[in-house]
């Protein structure tokens, strides 16, 4: 099969490689000349573990290549992914202009029937206007041919995301009325996954496109529930990891996402989380159990952040470590420490950060004056106090009697409640986690 994929970012890049690596004939493509450049070097633009390999293999096996002109792409391609990004607008709605300007495009430039799949996260109601937009430019050109809007929602987690791409637990696939020759394309390009037992679901374009919402406002708003929590347990004396784990082995509820911390963060649980307040709005249909999540949240981040600031002393170094919104990726998106950063400047602070691979995403975007700090070690040495910000796994085996002697001052804010609080205080130093006290 041959595939167009378009917008080569954390996902369309992904998706690229590994419909290579299952055999198809892939073209990524992206208006980012710069990074359409990089990819033709065979180098990533984005960190990810196992993608810099994977994509050296395919492009080497002549099963992927990059363009920034979608004409080139077109002529031969059957089916076009479309994964650009779809970033919160201020009024909380998603930003879908590159979605519908990627969807003009093809209509603009296909001479043939093809499969147009939003595999971006989109409100529902999107393909119906996708449809519109492509309908009103066939139109125009007076050209004969169709062009099917499936929905393909993403499920992959940075980090993850080779493997939760070749390893899905479901495909989610939204088919348009009559489009059966769509869906016998869709069923083509994953049969290399449905053969090794992973499941496609069929269901409306509606439905598929609410699926995606649905999954990540429902994850979000199990992170928010120990949150908020977390909040009673420092009131009361209650520990936040023992009131997780005693609901996560009922296994009706499930450990997984009752870790409390500082909030949720990165390119999709925000925005998404976001998006459907917005269409809760615009829908009339009210959905009070997001606009919570969403509050404790923004609720959770708030007064951690106040905590610290109000613990440290006047002109103090602070060392971070991390910056990236979560472990083993470097994106920022959405990431903590670009909100406490510059409340710790502000407040007069000198800080020192450290991250083992986000530091050059994080230095174009977090404004003000910080050190750059070659480890961790570097980032805490002579500080009055160490934030850990994201749990990357090498900051989990800390000597913590060797940061005590390292550090000039005692407090120790773990923000993801990733350390033994006893161990921490036992080497001298001051614990501060969340719903512990
Ligand atoms: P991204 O910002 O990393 O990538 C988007 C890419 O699209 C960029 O490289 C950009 O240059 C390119 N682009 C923008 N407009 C274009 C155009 N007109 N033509 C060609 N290229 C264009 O975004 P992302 O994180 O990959 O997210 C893409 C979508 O997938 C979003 O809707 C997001 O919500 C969804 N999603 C993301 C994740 C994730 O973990 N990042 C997971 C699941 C779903």
Redesign the pocket.
Known sequence: MKITV?????????SAVCFAELGHTVIG????EA?VAKLKEGVS??YEPELDDLLRKNIAAGRITFT?D?TEALPDTQVVF??????PNEDFS?DLR??F??AE?VATHADHNIVFVN????PVGTGEKCEDIIRKKLTERGVDIEIAVVSN??????GH?IHDTMQPDRIVVGIPQNADWAKKIMEDIYKPLTRTGKPILWMKRESAEIV?YAS?GFLANKISFINMLSELCEATGGNIRDIAKGMGMDDRIGPRFLQSGIGYG???FP??VKALIALSRETGVPLPLIEATHNINQHQRDRYFKKILTALPTNATVGIWGLSFKPR?D?M?EAPSLDLIPLLLEAGHIVRVFDPIAMDNAKSMIKGEVTWSANMTDAVTGADATILLTEWDEFRGVDFTKLKTAMKGPDLFDGRNIYDPEEVKAAGLMYHGIGIV
Not at 6 to 14: A, C, E, K, P
Not at 29 to 32: E, G
Not at 153 to 158: S, V
């Open positions: 378009i917008g080569t970012g954390y996902v369309g890049l992904v493509v992206d208006i980012d990074k633009p984005i920034s979608i479309s994964a650009v990004a779809t970033p998603a590159a979605v300007i990627v495009t595999k971006s996260t989109v929602p993403e499920f992959l987690r940075e995301a995606k990540n990165g390119s999709c925005k998404d990726t994106d998106r």
